[in-house]
């Protein structure tokens, strides 16, 4: 029974929906061998979505996340079984306390999420389970149940690359928890597991029991064997301990400090395959921070001497690692001079005997951060974050020489938001990469699912916004999952190969049907036809700017002449026109009733003016009046004075 991964996802039962889908990049054909979908807005709503994670069985995909839409933080669980075609979303916390830190394991049918929540009044772990992939779940159970704070570590080190490396993990009817707890007065490593899909559990392991403060457990599952390593501060500095089982978590051999130097040990990530089990740490021993190596041969019975991956003069950070089963072990991480680090990556040909070169996967003047590594026999793929001016994107660069030679980056968010930490997951040929991103206005969880190797995909556009009612004129983007071109029309007419060729996003100002497709060689998809309704309720600005309130305008009687001058805009529809009128200042008596002024160039209203003629001395009221194209007014008024002379 092979152990699946971990990542997040969303909902409450709420309804079976296929996931609105944004623009993606157009790759170029050289650019990667994965085809990307479009992005599934898998959250959609109007909270802030944040904490994904994801676990892959088969075609199953469960993702969490927490979720302010309810009003306090909730966790989210979304389900699709169409291998992320379409999702159904459940609230699993949904109490009146916050809850934090979701985390997501499956094995097969089974489906297990725990989170951090505050409801009892102070925080404790919490676990709901299904046996029915996802469809039902349990009443949650309290795991830890004390007056300590029971947390995660932070978010980053929840899941990494494709092992089962958070805090939970799942495989047949079994499932493994750990966590940090301040009951003891001190950060303790604690452990349950349940031999029965969640049903019961077994008594809580104190996994450190020790008085200094134990951190960042991380748990890695294979068969019977139960690994767990954490950084403690017993020995000072901080360094990494570890600790194992043989029969499925019921007890655990004796710790051992796997670093062993008193610079300071922290954050480990594991990953193994077979008998070979991996563990990397963030060190301190050389002086600035590096990323050392341990491996085991023996099913984590002994390791061999400890290997430092990194050996520069600045710091290391956001290292992860994965294993395959043709004995490659890939390590990335990000390091740099600051404010600019750029992502790295060491491989191993023979099951972390030896590690080759130290290629710069994102070789950019740019901060590039969060990197995640999945790998199989036939390739490595590696996601991040990278900041590019104006912008957060999610990048995506893959190798299938074993990390010789890197195909192109390609950005895999590609909006105007900002993207968040990615985490990915690889299940058969379907590479899943989900993260948050602000490109709708608030934050959601965007999912994007990669075809490993392409093949040959029918052309299909997809468009961001989709047609309906709005508020605000639309810049409304056309992409399409393979190179091709795509043709539009704005007067509700097919479009042809003669059209518009889609080049840049399509302003929408007003209520406008758009029809379009697209064409790859000789593979074109049928003409989508998406409405716009503007609905422009903003009202337009205007001003006169002369002659000022109050001021006294004097001439030659009869007739004397007032220049009026002023401006006008509107950032919806546009600006119609502009009239003017005159009224008595106190009974509001019409002295004379709206007239048309004249913009200072044709068309443009942002600059007019309008000639009155008074006969008679005395105070009168101008107000001009602005009328947009979608008759919304607004009007300014000004007093002034007339004196013959």
Do not use: C
Not at 309 to 315: F, I, P, Q, R, Y
């Amino acid at each position: 029974m092979r152990l699946n991964r971990q990542f997040l996802l969303a909902g409450a039962l709420i309804s079976l929906v296929s996931a609105p889908v944004l623009p993606i990049a157009i790759r170029s054909a050289e650019a990667s061998d994965t085809v990307f979908s479009g992005i599934k807005n898998l959250s959609n709503n109007i909270g802030v979505s944040d904490f994904p994670q994801l676990s892959i069985s088969d075609e199953n995909v469960f993702a969490v996340w927490k979720d302010t839409s309810f009003g306090n933080g909730d966790i989210l669980f979304s389900r699709s079984h169409d291998s992320g075609e379409n999702f159904e979303n459940t609230n699993l916390s949904n109490n009146i306390g916050v809850s934090n830190s979701p985390q997501v394991a499956s094995a097969d049918d089974r489906v297990y999420v725990v989170w951090s929540d505050n409801v009892p009044g102070n925080d404790d772990i919490f676990i709901r389970a299904s046996s029915d992939a996802g469809q039902n779940f349990g009443t949650a159970t309290n795991l830890s149940s004390n007056p300590g704070a029971s947390t995660f570590p932070a978010y980053e080190d929840h899941a990494s690359g494709v092992n089962s490396n958070g805090q939970i993990s799942a495989s047949d009817d079994s499932i493994y928890v750990v966590w940090q707890d301040t009951t003891t007065g001190n950060s303790e490593i604690l452990f349950r597991r349940s031999s029965d899909g969640g049903s019961t559990f077994e008594n809580t392991i104190n996994l450190s029991s020790n008085s200094a403060p134990s951190l960042h457990p991380i748990l890695l599952v294979e068969g019977n064997h139960v690994f767990v390593v954490w950084e403690d501060k017993s020995t000072g500095g901080g360094d990494v301990f570890y600790r194992r089982s043989e029969d499925g978590g019921a007890s655990f051999g004796g710790t051992i400090n796997l670093s062993e130097t008193s610079a300071g040990s922290y954050r480990p990530k594991l990953a193994n395959h077979g008998d070979h089990l991996y563990v990397i740490w963030l060190d301190k021993s050389l002086g600035k921070t590096n990323v050392h190596f341990k491996k085991s041969s023996d099913d984590g019975i002994s390791f061999s001497g400890s290997i430092a991956l990194t050996n520069a003069d600045t710091s290391a950070g956001h290292h992860q690692i994965t294993a395959t089963s043709n004995g490659m072990v890939f390590v990335i991480w990000r390091d740099g001079p600051n404010p600019i680090k750029e992502l790295y990556l060491r491989a191993s040909e023979d099951h972390g005997n030896t590690f080759g070169d130290t290629p710069n996967l994102s070789n950019n003047d740019v901060d590039s951060a969060w990197g995640q590594v999945a790998a199989d026999d036939d390739g490595v793929y590696v996601v991040w974050r990278d900041t590019p001016p104006g912008s957060k994107e999610v990048y995506f660069r893959e190798s299938h020489d074993g990390s010789s030679s890197f195909q192109a980056t390609v950005d895999i968010s590609n909006n105007a938001g900002t993207s968040g930490i990615p985490l990915q997951d690889l299940s058969g040929d379907k590479l899943y990469v989900v993260w948050r991103d602000s490109a709708v206005g608030n934050y959601e969880i965007f999912l994007k699912v990669g075809t490993v190797g392409g093949g040959s995909l029918p052309v299909t556009t997809t468009v961001f916004p989709p047609g309906g009612t709005y508020s605000s004129p639309q810049s409304v983007t056309l992409t399409t999952n393979v190179p091709a071109s795509t043709y539009y029309t704005l007067d509700g007419s097919p479009p042809t190969t003669s059209s518009s060729l889609y080049t840049e996003p399509v302003d929408i100002e007003t209520t406008t049907t758009l029809k379009f497709f697209s064409i790859d060689g000789s593979d074109s998809e049928p003409v989508q036809s998406h409405s716009y309704v503007i609905i422009d309720d903003t009202s337009p600005t205007v001003a006169i700017t002369s002659p000022a309130g109050g001021s006294t305008i004097t001439g030659r009687q009869p007739g004397v002449a007032a220049n009026i001058v002023g401006t006008a805009s509107d950032d919806s529809s546009g600006v119609q026109k502009v009239e003017i009128k005159v009224t008595d200042p106190v009974t509001l008596a019409l002295v004379e009733a709206y007239e048309v002024a004249t913009p200072t160039t044709p068309g443009d209203w942002s600059d007019w003016t309008h000639t009155l003629t008074f006969n008679t001395e005395g105070s009168y009221r101008i107000t001009a009046r602005a009328t947009d194209n979608s008759g919304n007014q607004s009007w300014n008024s000004k007093i002034i004075t007339i004196a013959f002379t």
